[in-house]
């Protein structure tokens, strides 16, 4: 879904990507100089091309927000999204008999997940899904074909350079799917059949378009209550000004003042190239071309004179020795690694440039480093366990990073998924233990956000400094409403091990300095960096 990556030159024009299947991230597509950030506020997000129809599918999203920060940082490209699947005429089988080859129970079935409004259809070497709500039935685009044949750790099914999703039966009527490029696993329950809105073609009315997307958020969306919205009163005020005459235009500027009192920068809505919005939360500045070369300025003008950095994944990962034994290692994407754009790429990419980085010289012995720095102060996100597989790296023990939950009850939104323990396991080789410092910032966003909560609980402690990050740790539902217009909203908490979680306000640092303002970029300062390089330069060697 990429363009191969490059180091450096303008990012190419691409309008926000959509996510694909039940709560899955993505990588961020380039966006328009300034993303939706620079549109006027009382209209759509503009400028943006589509991507080419019959691209293959893309990875699992993240909002507009995101890819601006990514593509400004380095240039990526993205694709069509799946095309719709209909339904088959004829349930598929029950299931409930073992498989040919006497392994287990059969995943063919008919499927109800907990959590993200989803059914799963397996027919045959065919994944299919559907986005459901109570008043909507629409083809989803979670899919997939089976590759080899089942066995007693269940089924794997691919499409195209997407991550694998498995499907594991654990009795006749209960299953499990994992995506990948996500942490945790979904919870599948075999039900009878289809749902009869299912079979049939959704009205394109401007009216059940809005149904649609007020249901899907009034059955997914957890933060009402901490973001002090009643979404009934929402439907209320809105619904009214909504009629078969409606003209899109008009129907698109309801829907965006909906929804842009959340200022969460995991909610989007795209109608086409030119009309499009997605949140953020107050007082977000996206970077501009410009600013980026002023920001690369200013950290290597307090790098030091000499320094040379290191490049990884087109740019995405750089690391540095600095004076003192002190490593600086820069993340600005979880995501895209190479010009395939495939998750396994992603994976075998980030551990050649974890395996260059962290070689046992410098972390063991005489020569090692005294202190880390990780910059993520422009993460657009990604893949939450490229993260964790980060974090492995920087400790001999294992401890939990988070704990994940989905809402599960659309009547309810304080009700969820059984909560997921996520843990941090040790590399099986050298690892860096030392004192650690981890830069961020509001552009810090997504799957650079749970990385950073995931080094929370490492001993010893990292010391956070900068400024919050963005809010958003949610993977995206991506939906698509009658009318073919795509939209995405989270439905997930990633919560700290005394149940707390930082959505809407970010985690935030220790030590509190300015990010990339105009006036450290003026100066060419950054505050972040040097305070952090004092701070390890004043800690002790010992481990």
């Not at 240039?75 to 089988?93: E, F, I, K, L, T």
């Not at 070369?293 to 995405?316: F, M, Q, S």
């Amino acid at each position: 879904m990429r363009d191969p990556e490059r180091d450096s030159g303008t990012p190419p024009v691409h309008a926000p990507d959509i996510p694909r299947g039940p709560g899955r991230r993505r990588t961020p597509p380039p966006a328009r100089t300034g993303g939706p950030a620079a549109a006027d506020p009382s209209g759509p997000g503009t400028g943006a091309r589509p991507a080419e129809p019959g691209a293959r599918r893309r990875r699992p999203g993240r909002p507009a927000l995101l890819a601006a920060v990514a593509a400004l940082v380095t240039a990526v490209a993205c694709s069509a999204p799946a095309g719709p699947h209909r339904a088959d005429g004829d349930a598929p089988g029950s299931g409930k008999s073992a498989d040919r080859a006497g392994r287990g129970p059969s995943p063919e079935g008919i499927w109800r997940m907990d959590g993200y409004g989803t059914l799963v259809v397996i027919k045959g070497r065919s994944l299919k899904s559907y986005d459901i709500t109570a008043v909507s039935c629409l083809p989803g685009t979670l899919t997939g074909t089976r590759t080899g044949a089942a066995d007693a750790h269940g089924s794997v099914f691919t499409s195209g350079d997407a991550a694998p999703v498995s499907v594991t039966p654990e009795g006749k009527d209960r299953a499990r799917l994992s995506l990948a490029d996500n942490v945790g696993r979904r919870v599948l329950h075999r039900t009878g059949a289809l749902p009869g809105r299912c079979r049939t073609s959704p009205p394109r009315d401007p009216r059940a378009v809005f149904d649609v997307f007020w249901q899907t958020y009034a059955e997914n969306y957890p933060f009402f209550r901490a973001k002090h919205i009643d979404w009934a009163a929402v439907r209320d005020r809105h619904r009214p000004r909504v009629t078969a005459k409606t003209t899109d235009g008009e129907l698109f500027a309801v829907l965006r003042e909906m929804i842009e009192p959340l200022h969460d920068a995991h909610t989007r809505l795209v109608a086409s190239e030119d009309l499009w919005f997605a949140g953020t939360r107050p007082g977000t500045v996206l970077p501009t071309p410009g600013s980026m070369a002023r920001t690369d300025k200013a950290i290597a003008a307090n790098l030091g004179p000499g320094v040379r950095l290191r490049h990884w994944a087109g740019g995405k990962l750089s690391y540095a020795d600095l004076p003192g034994r002190i490593g600086y290692f820069r993340v600005t994407q979880f995501a895209g690694y190479t010009e395939k754009g495939d998750y396994a790429g992603d994976v075998a990419e980030l551990d050649r440039a974890l395996d260059a980085v962290f070689t046992k010289a410098r972390t063991h012995g005489p020569a090692a480093l005294r202190g880390l720095i990780v910059d993520l102060r422009l993460n657009g996100g990604g893949a939450d366990p490229l993260g964790l597989r980060i974090a492995s790296r920087l400790t001999d023990r294992p401890y939990p990073a988070y704990t994940k939950r989905a809402r599960n009850d659309p009547h309810d939104p304080g009700k969820f998924t059984a909560p997921q323990p996520i843990r941090v396991a040790p590399h099986r080789g050298p690892a860096y233990t030392g004192p650690l410092t981890v830069l961020t910032g509001r552009l810090t966003i997504s799957a650079g956000e749970t990385f950073t909560q995931a080094l929370m609980e490492r001993t010893p402690a990292p010391v956070r400094i900068g400024e919050n990050t963005q809010g958003v740790f949610s993977d995206t539902l991506g939906r698509t409403l009658p009318n073919g217009w795509s939209f995405a909203l989270p439905n997930e908490e990633f919560l700290t091990s005394d149940g707390r979680t930082f959505d809407g306000g970010g985690i935030p640092p220790a030590i509190r300095t300015p990010v990339f303002t105009e006036g450290e970029l003026t100066a060419h300062r950054d505050s972040a960096l040097t305070r952090a390089r004092a701070l390890l330069a004043r800690r002790p060697p010992g481990r």
